[in-house]
């Protein structure tokens, strides 16, 4: 079994999952039952795009640039770290038995379905997007520049909790996806709307900072 990470007996090594999902997306689940070896390789991968595994007199880099969707039952059990390369954590609560059986059509439905033309749409989508680059230009960066501290000025919340990968890094590669999901260039209102995305709480906040930025009231 060799695992996420990699397995290294037999006198070579042998990559995992992680190496294997090169290029595109990866979802884990049980994130926090993963071992210290396994969270740090994917820490790695995240934030470089490679690995390295040390097992033994093996010593090998192993490429891994991947999109990760996760779940956990404890957060409290992940590595702050790894935690923050993540940009959304959504909170799930236990459904109510009302609310269970009202999504019982919906999985009866969804079991015995084929794909929909609809996902077959989304797929090709998808594939027709991937290897577009969205450009920004300089007039451009300096607008976000301001976007960003006008936002970090005025939002309700505590900053000094996030990071800046988990907050302004965030924000950045979130607006990049947006653009390039688009097939556009990196624009100002690809980051007002992973702004909202970020802060649904302070939906009001934000759009007090879009008004007061377009007015020149803030810089």
Known sequence: KVGLSADARGGEVTPGVLAEADGGIIC?????????????????????????????????????????????????????????????????????????????????????????????????????????????????????????????????SDITQFSYRSLELSILRVAYAIAKLQRSDLKEEHVNQAIRLKDPEYAAEVEAVLKAHESGLLA
Request: glycine residues 2%.
């Open 28 to 156: 884990i689940d049980e994130l926090d039952r993963l071992s210290h070896n396994d969270q740090n390789a994917l820490l790695q991968a995240m934030e470089e795009g490679t690995y390295i595994v040390v097992k033994g007199k093996h010593r090998q880099r192993l490429r891994a640039n991947v999109v990760v969707i996760a779940s956990a039952n404890e957060k409290k059990k992940i590595q702050k770290a790894l935690l923050d390369r993540f940009d959304f954590i959504h909170e799930l609560k236990t459904p109510s038995r009302e609310e269970r059986i009202k999504t019982v059509p919906t999985l009866v439905e969804s079991f015995f379905s084929p794909e929909t033309s609809q996902e077959k749409i989304l797929h090709r989508y998808l594939y027709f997007v991937q290897k577009h680059e969205p450009k920004v230009s300089d007039e451009v960066k300096e607008r976000i520049s301001q976007l960003i501290m006008t936002y970090i000025r005025i939002a309700k």
